[in-house]
């Protein structure tokens, strides 16, 4: 069993930056894999970035990479995403997801994770 819990949503301007927090609760972080998607009105769900836990492999989705950055804190249990220079189309619901044995290839695949959260809004808008 796996919990996550988002944190960090909320509005900003243009050219902003925010830190999204996921924090994961499980019995061992050993062959987890932690996803960031969003998703904005009337779309699909997208993939963002995600993390492996054991080892630090990361993804991004091309939409964010160069201006996004995905990490972990051992001590605290948590996923981070900063996200600078905002823009209105990154506005969505961000959701945490979480799977155990995901492989490198699979990382941004929305089918590959079967626990999530229940999501934080962010909206970017001046």
């Known amino acids: 069993q796996v919990l996550l819990e988002e944190s960090g949503g909320g509005l900003v301007q243009p050219g902003s930056s925010l830190r999204l927090v996921c924090t994961v609760s499980?019995?061992?972080?050993?062959?987890?894999?932690v996803g960031w998607f969003r998703q904005a009105p009337g779309k699909q769900r997208e993939f963002v970035a995600a993390?492996?836990?054991?080892?630090?492999?990361?993804r991004y989705a091309d939409s964010v990479r160069g201006r996004s950055t995905i990490s972990r804190d051992t001590a605290s249990n948590t996923v981070r995403l900063q996200m600078d220079n905002l823009k209105p189309d990154d506005t969505a619901v961000y959701l945490c997801a979480a799977a155990r044995g995901v492989i490198l290839s699979s990382m941004s695949r929305l089918t590959a994770y079967n626990y999530w959260g229940q999501g934080t809004q962010v909206t970017v808008s001046s």
């Open positions: 993390l492996r836990w054991s080892g630090g492999a990361t």
């Open positions: 499980t019995s061992t972080l050993s062959g987890i894999t």
